[in-house]
């Protein structure tokens, strides 16, 4: 990388390195986490590794914001600053509550923070440093790419010949991840990890490669230029996916294509072409009709759509499970206005010995539940800020990468609890950060 050529203050290389460490070593996570904790143990404080680092950046950050002019005036001068402090503060103040009412426990409520307010300090870290330095924006598609190859040369190895429970040999099992997950129990579906801490964020955080090789492989294309590794490895990406048998980041990644497609695709290629278009979106339908009908009784066709089959061994379907939570969830918001408090919903509440866990399977759910009707307005405020930033940098491939990638992850987060996992929330709203620091010259960046 560049950066490794360029010679920085001190505080700023400080940043600059974590930023790229974690960007770059959060896909292999869980597995040297799971890994490193059956060797020497202390599994727990193992895993805070990167907020270990997180920290050391913030308070680096922080100082930028005092003493750096540059800095106060690009960062503090957006509104997109002021309601990312307005979230936080809001988050804290309701923490005292909560933790003096007694309706969040202490560890739930310090785990619920962490999540709640980890990826969004990254995301600032990273906007400031940027302002500073823009060394790993022209790094963007080494920090993407370079670790989604091994998450998908592994995975593809997961599908293929490696045992399902090969990743117990690693320390995986109940007291950490379990080493593979099946469709209703059913070990005919195993549903792969690869390197992450299971199959919903495998599915989730391949959206971003995938989402950086169709913008890169689009421009290729139309400048007339074949690039047949980056083509091998998004087919490779897109079995790893379906290896998943995450139906929610199916639909993101498609999303997430389309809507490249439609930034990067001109109006008069597709006024040329048109009747082949319609023509196959018509035969496409038809297929994907004549399929659902004629499958509809298949148990494979049902375990991998459905996620269900008739006589399965589960008590209750994944689909059932989704709609009771999401149910619990919505009825929690519309009758708690204030919210519950942090830690009360998403995975740290399992630690709240006040209440039961509450998993409502909608990330601004879950911020609803926690923050209230103030705090999930917030909070969608802040992504729809975040959205429009990169809408206006679109004709950056790094900005378009980001921006299609984060509507097919917001879909994912519509049906699940998506920016708690730390690997997706700490990469993308990192990326993110640098990206809106400065408008890149994209007459100059190469794809």
């Not at 930028?64 to 979230?87: E, F, N």
Request: hydrophobic fraction near 55%; aromatic fraction near 12%; glycine fraction near 6%.
């Amino acid at each position: 990388m560049k950066l490794l050529k360029d010679k920085f203050n001190g505080s700023l290389s400080v940043v600059l390195y974590i930023i790229a460490v974690v960007v770059l070593l959060l896909p292999f996570h869980a597995f040297l986490s799971v890994w490193t904790a059956s060797i020497f143990g202390h599994y727990t404080i193992i895993r805070l590794w990167k907020e270990g680092l997180v920290f050391i950046a913030a308070i680096i950050a922080i100082s930028w914001l005092i003493t750096d002019k540059k800095v106060r005036q690009q960062v503090l001068s957006s509104k997109l600053a002021w309601l990312i402090l307005a979230y936080v503060a809001l988050d804290l103040i309701l923490a005292v509550f909560a933790y003096k009412g007694k309706h969040v426990s202490g560890k739930a409520l310090a785990y619920g923070l962490l999540i709640d307010l980890r990826f969004l300090g990254m995301f600032v870290i990273a906007w400031a440093a940027a302002v500073k330095s823009t060394v790993l924006n022209k790094d963007w598609q080494k920090l993407i790419l370079w670790p989604a190859v091994i998450v998908i040369l592994f995975g593809l190895l997961q599908m293929s010949i490696l045992p399902a429970n090969f990743l117990s040999h690693f320390g995986y099992g109940p007291k950490t991840i379990m080493p593979y997950e099946t469709i209703n129990n059913n070990p005919n579906y195993v549903r792969i990890l690869s390197t992450l801490r299971g199959a919903d964020p495998l599915g989730a955080y391949l959206i971003l490669p995938i989402s950086a090789l169709a913008v890169l492989l689009i421009a290729r294309f139309k400048a007339k230029r074949a690039d047949y590794l980056r083509l091998l490895l998004l087919l490779g990406a897109v079995v790893v996916l379906y290896g998943s048998y995450s139906r929610a980041a199916w639909i993101g990644a498609v999303l997430a294509v389309a809507v490249v497609a439609g930034s990067l695709i001109r109006k008069e290629w597709i006024l040329k072409y048109r009747n082949y278009l319609i023509a196959s979106v018509i035969t496409l339908s038809v297929i994907i009709v004549a399929g659902v009908v004629l499958l509809a009784s298949s148990h494979s066709f049902q375990n991998i759509i459905y996620h269900t089959q008739s006589g399965s061994s589960a008590s209750v379907s994944s689909n059932q499970a989704h709609l009771t939570a999401l149910k619990d969830g919505i009825s929690t918001v519309v009758h708690h206005p204030f919210g519950t408090g942090p830690g009360s919903s998403g995975p740290a509440s399992v630690y709240n010995h006040y209440r039961p866990a509450s998993i409502a399977e909608n990330y601004f759910l879950t911020v609803g539940e926690e923050s209230g009707w103030l705090g999930m307005g917030l909070f969608i405020a802040i992504n729809s800020y975040v959205a429009v930033l990169l809408w206006q940098r679109r004709k950056s491939p790094f900005a378009l990468t980001l921006l299609a990638s984060f509507i097919g992850i917001t879909f994912v987060n519509l049906l699940s609890i998506g920016w708690s996992d730390d690997t997706l929330s700490y990469i993308w709203w990192g990326l993110a950060g640098l990206c809106i620091a400065t408008e890149p010259d994209v007459s100059k960046e190469k794809v």
